[in-house]
């Protein structure tokens, strides 16, 4: 199926998998919003277009997060998980990826969970499990990431594992709508992407089971725990929140 110019198909999953194009009803993405190339580029607090900042004080705000690094942890993954449900499901659905280039991706900081991004142009690429890791792993979490450690000294392996989660994430919340909806075809596309995805270094050892069908549990915490209330994920390395320095869970 080749791509359409509103990416409709990604409609009936919702949530996190939607993904607002120009061409859409709601027209052009308002020119106020920071492109995510922007957003990662602004690595000091006085930037301008500083989104990255804005949104870990967001999330911050919202969480009550204790420190800085757990919101930053927190809004990496939410991002990452955006990204993942959006290449995944056209990938899936489609045979074929949106360029999501960061130059062509607007992000609202401000906006609640999930990230609310808005895609200017939509330029096809081939769907297979390469062009998603080049596309996702290299074009936005490798900068995210760098941004983040540079600002608010956020251990590489968390990140890492932040990413891991978020496409298991992504993948089983796909396997699931497909079975649903009676498309397997669908849910063999992305359950052979996510095991491929997961065979790539940058992912490969964040976590155990890694495909659609089968739980994945990291091998590190997004720190989440440390919000008020907020104890350990379903697919956290800790079965209960630790008593000791929250750092020795981010490596």
């Known amino acids: 199926m080749d791509l359409d110019p509103e990416l409709a198909a990604l409609r009936p999953l919702g949530g996190f998998f939607v993904l607002r194009t120009a061409a859409a009803p709601a027209g052009p993405a308002p020119e106020g919003l920071a492109t995510l190339a922007e957003t990662y580029a602004a690595t000091a607090p006085e930037a301008p277009h500083d989104a990255l900042a804005l949104r870990v004080a967001t999330v911050a705000g919202r969480l009550r997060a204790p420190e800085p690094r757990v919101s930053a942890s927190i809004s990496q993954q939410g991002l990452a998980a955006r990204l993942w449900s959006v290449a995944l499901g056209c990938a ?4 074929r990826l949106p360029g999501l280039d960061p130059r062509l991706l607007r992000w609202d900081p401000a906006a609640a969970a999930p990230d609310d991004l808005w895609l200017t142009e939509v330029r096809p690429l ?5 062009t998603l890791a080049d596309t996702v792993l290299h074009g936005h979490l490798e900068p995210l990431g760098v941004a983040l450690r540079t600002r608010y000294g956020i251990a590489a392996g968390l990140l890492r594992g932040n990413a891991g989660s978020a496409l298991a994430g992504a ?3 796909l396997d699931r709508w497909a079975r649903a909806n009676g498309r397997t075809d669908v849910a063999q596309r992305a359950r052979a992407l996510a095991d491929g995805l997961f065979a790539h270094p940058l992912l490969r050892g ?5 495909g659609t069908a089968t739980a ?12 008020p209330g907020g104890g350990v994920c379903g697919d956290c390395c800790f079965t209960r929140p630790p008593r000791s320095s929250p750092r020795a869970a981010s490596g």
């Open 171 to 173: 993948a089983r919340e």
């Open 216 to 227: 994945f549990r990291r091998r590190s915490c997004c720190l989440y725990y440390r919000v």
């Open 206 to 210: 964040t976590g155990t089971g890694t």
């Open 92 to 95: 899936a659905l489609y045979g």
């Open 126 to 130: 081939p769907g297979d499990a390469a």
